[in-house]
T-cell receptor, first 117, second 115 residues
Framework: AQKVTQAQTEISVVEKEDVTLDCVYE???????LFWYKQPPSGELVFLIR??????QNEISGRYSWNFQKSTSSFNFTITASQVVDSAVYFC??????????????FGQGTILTVHP | EAQVTQNPRYLITVTGKKLTVTCSQN?????MSWYRQDPGLGLRQIYY???????DKGDVPEGYKVSRKEKRNFPLILESPSPNQTSLYFC??????????????FGPGTRLTVL
């Protein structure tokens, strides 16, 4: 069975600090996708990134970067020079390929990030 | 505009009063699903549908029903709501299920309170 763990329930930082959100996953599949979503106070889910299990290259998008390590089953997310607008709940999610999962996303518990001015 | 819509966005009701949350997508997607979001638990899948007239239970189906009579609509039915169904509900759709790449499009969410 697939499982995603975000051990950090809440993180509080001051603006311009760097912050890393941890994500550890479990799956028996060799083919899977990992995702990060942002949920701002308004409540909608905002897609941030998708990474497949065969691509371990780190990715950078502006102030956001992701570090995927299959050896430790981790897919961590770093925000550089955080801003108040980054305050949100962040979810890591896993989707296994085919089988009985039928496209289901398994989410972690979420990490509440608060960035103080 | 490609989107998933949910109605209502906010609902306060009382225990036992049947309600339906509608979900509609305009992308001709085959796969649709419902999730509920609770603090400390993330989002959990309630039901999903691979296509018209094909539905199946997710991880937390108790107390819910769904139907898929048309491709675009996937309503969530609470026959006798209880306070433990107070939650934030999301509908999602994707082109089809069972494939490796599943880009899920999420609706805006429905915040339900059962008193």
């Amino acid at each position: 069975a697939q499982k995603v763990t975000q051990a950090q329930t809440e993180i509080s930082v001051v603006e311009k600090e760097d912050v890393t959100l941890d994500c550890v996953y479990e799956t028996r599949d060799t083919t899977y996708y990992l995702f990060w979503y942002k949920q701002p106070p308004s409540g909608e889910l905002v897609f941030l990134i998708r990474r497949n299990s065969f691509d371990e290259q780190n990715e950078i998008s502006g102030r956001y970067s992701w570090n995927f390590q299959k050896s430790t089953s981790s897919f961590n997310f770093t925000i550089t020079a955080s801003q108040v607008v980054d305050s949100a709940v962040y979810f890591c999610a896993l989707s296994e390929g085919g089988g009985t999962s039928y496209g289901k996303l398994t989410f972690g518990q979420g990490t509440i990030l608060t960035v103080h001015p | 505009e490609a989107q998933v819509t949910q109605n209502p966005r906010y609902l306060i009701t009382v225990t036992g009063k049947k309600l339906t949350v509608t979900c509609s997508q305009n992308m001709n997607h085959e796969y649709m699903s419902w999730y509920r979001q609770d603090p400390g638990l993330g989002l959990r899948q309630i039901y999903y549908s691979m296509n018209v007239e094909v539905t199946d239970k997710g991880d937390v189906p108790e107390g819910y029903k769904v139907s898929r009579k048309e491709k675009r609509n996937f309503p969530l039915i609470l026959e006798s709501p209880s306070p433990n169904q107070t939650s934030l509900y999301f509908c999602a759709s994707s082109l089809r299920g069972g494939l490796i790449y599943n880009e899920q499009f999420f609706g805006p969410g429905t915040r339900l309170t059962v008193l």
